[in-house]
T-cell receptor
Framework: NAGVTQTPKFQVLKTGQSMTLQCAQD?????MYWYRQDPGMGLRLIYYSASEGTTDKGEVPNGYNVSRLNKREFSLRLESAAPSQTSVYFC???????????FGEGSWLTVV | AQSVTQPDIHITVSEGASLELRCNYS??????LFWYVQSPGQGLQLLLKYFSGDTLVQGIKGFEAEFKRSQSSFNLRKPSVHWSDAAEYFC?????????????FGKGTKLSVIP
């Protein structure tokens, strides 16, 4: 029972490099989310996908793009990484209009 | 704008003591409210949630929370803390209306437990 799976778990990037964080869920959920977590800031929503085929900006979307590849998968792309994007990234999913959101274990990203 | 506030950044309690973590919300209508726990290096685990009805909500690991509309609060409690409860706790809320997806988190309260 995997739930929400994120890859990679750890990544170090140089400024200006690009990368994609992958996320997959096996709970047949319609809605998926990407959050970032920074010390003292709690979790902030980057983008979400209410259902397959739709994506919307959250609180902190600048510097990121997302793709809802299919119902299971929701990827987050950094086109040109900046040190300010050093953070822990969490993917999550819920039923549509979901009352409970389930989180992956996080991806630690460092941009140097 | 909606917000969730956790006034305490860090709390230290002795093992066996009671615990209360504070959470206040600011929403136009009664939101859905959640408490999550995060152990170091781990993701977030749902402890409990409030949607409507009984204002005292029971969760996992012996935790409970009470929704108080008059105080705009949703405080988390545990009668007797165990060393394994040391973690960071996040209160979160979202609008209860249809089509609402954005979960707003407080900044977290780190709990330390003295053996």
């Amino acid at each position: 029972n995997a739930g929400v799976t994120q890859t990679p778990k750890f990544q170090v990037l140089k400024t200006g490099q690009s990368m994609t964080l992958q996320c997959a869920q096996d709970m047949n959920h319609n809605s998926m989310y990407w959050y970032r977590q920074d010390p003292g800031m709690g979790l902030r929503l980057i983008y979400y996908s209410a259902s397959e085929g739709t994506t919307d900006k959250g609180e902190v979307p600048n510097g990121y793009n997302v793709s809802r590849l299919n119902k299971r998968e929701f990827s987050l792309r950094l086109e040109s990484a900046a040190p300010s994007q050093t953070s822990v990234y969490f993917c999550a999913s819920s039923e549509e209009g979901g009352n409970t959101i389930y989180f992956g274990e996080g991806s630690w990203l460092t941009v140097v | 704008a909606q917000s969730v506030t956790q006034p305490d950044i860090h709390i230290t309690v002795s093992e066996g003591a009671s615990l209360e973590l504070r959470c206040n919300y600011s929403y136009g209508a009664t939101p859905y409210l959640f408490w999550y726990v995060q152990s170091p290096g781990q993701g977030l685990q749902l402890l409990l949630k409030y949607f409507s009805g009984d204002t005292l909500v029971q969760g996992i690991k012996g935790f409970e929370a009470e929704f108080k509309r008059s105080q705009s609060s949703f405080n988390l409690r545990k009668p007797s803390v165990h060393w394994s409860d040391a973690a960071e706790y996040f209160c979160a809320g979202r609008y209860s209306g249809a089509g609402s997806y954005q979960l707003t988190f407080g900044k977290g309260t780190k709990l330390s437990v003295i053996p």
